[in-house]
Structure formats: structure tokens, C-alpha cells
């Protein structure tokens, strides 16, 4: 494997990372967001009742670090995610 597409140690200092506003089908989502070789990493804070305005087509890993999270797949699968989970 070639070490170009290795991702190396590193921590993250999430106050240094700018947040931005994306607006959902209602309410609004604030990434921060870091990017490496395949992989991209966010903390994303929804405001309540936040609606994604599109179905993403991507696997995503979540953890939830505060409050609760919904998540609905377009065939219709609900799943809610609680703090710490």
C-alpha cells in the first residue's frame, strides 16, 4: 500500500476549525469539517427541527456527542441515536 494514502497521527483542535451554515428544508445545520486522503470528518450541531433538504448517498459513522439525533433513510428506516451512542 502506498504510505501516500496512509492517514497519519494527528490530533484536532476543533476551536480552530471554522464552522459553516448550510441551510436544510427547515432549520440549519453549522460543519466543521476536516478533510484527509478518503475520509472526511465533521461535527455538525443541527438547529431543532432540522430537515436535510437532500438524501445523501454516502455511509456515514455516527456519534452522537450531545442531545438527540434522528436519522431517516430514504427506504423509510428510522433510526435515533441518544447521546453518547
Known amino acids: 500500500m502506498s504510505s501516500d494514502k496512509n492517514i497519519p497521527f494527528q490530533t484536532i483542535d476543533w476551536t480552530l476549525i471554522p464552522k459553516t451554515e448550510y441551510k436544510g428544508e427547515s432549520g440549519t445545520a453549522l460543519w466543521q469539517t476536516v478533510q484527509l486522503y478518503g475520509l472526511r470528518i465533521r461535527i455538525v450541531e443541527y438547529s431543532k427541527g432540522y430537515i436535510a433538504d437532500h438524501w445523501c448517498q454516502k455511509g456515514h459513522i455516527v456519534?452522537?456527542?450531545?442531545?438527540?439525533?434522528?436519522?431517516?433513510?430514504?427506504?423509510?428506516?428510522?433510526?435515533?441515536?441518544?447521546?453518547?451512542?
Do not use: A, I, R, Y
Open 63 to 85: 456519534h452522537c456527542l450531545e442531545g438527540e439525533f434522528t436519522s431517516e433513510l430514504q427506504d423509510g428506516k428510522v433510526f435515533v441515536l441518544k447521546k453518547g451512542m
